[in-house]
């Protein structure tokens, strides 16, 4: 079992910037790869960012390529989601994930379906 925690949300004005971070304890070799996917109300849960965390290699969705930015500190077993010039769109419940995923690409580490391990989640409202 991996247990996640995310913290770091809150709310901004537009063109702020946000930082969160997803803690993650327990049998935390069993993952290959972590995400931080968002819902926003009525919408799917979509995936934003993931790291493969063998050789830190980073996916993003194209809605935040150049605005957002994963990190990982393997000493803290933390994964970080720098969020600059946020945009009221980006208003959404975030949520970190871990997962072993089997073929790592760039639509794998964004879907939701190869990751069982979540966070609750932290919100995020950015006011226009």
């Known amino acids: 079992q991996v247990q996640l925690v995310e913290s770091g949300g809150g709310s901004v004005q537009a063109g702020g910037s946000l930082r969160l971070s997803c803690a993650a304890s327990g049998n935390t070799y069993s993952s290959n790869c972590m995400g931080w996917f968002r819902q926003a109300p009525g919408k799917e849960r979509e995936g934003v960012a993931a790291i493969y965390l063998t050789g830190g290699h980073t996916y993003y969705a194209d809605l935040v390529k150049g605005q957002f930015a994963i990190s990982q500190d393997n000493a803290k077993n933390t994964v970080y989601l720098q969020m600059n010039s946020l945009k009221h769109g980006d208003t959404a419940m975030y949520y970190c994930?871990?997962?072993?995923?089997?073929?790592?690409?760039?639509?794998?580490?964004?879907?939701?379906?190869?990751?069982?391990?979540w966070g609750q989640g932290t919100q995020v409202t950015v006011s226009s």
């Open positions: 994930a871990a997962g072993r995923v089997f073929s790592v690409n760039g639509w794998t580490a964004l879907s939701e379906y190869e990751y069982n391990y």
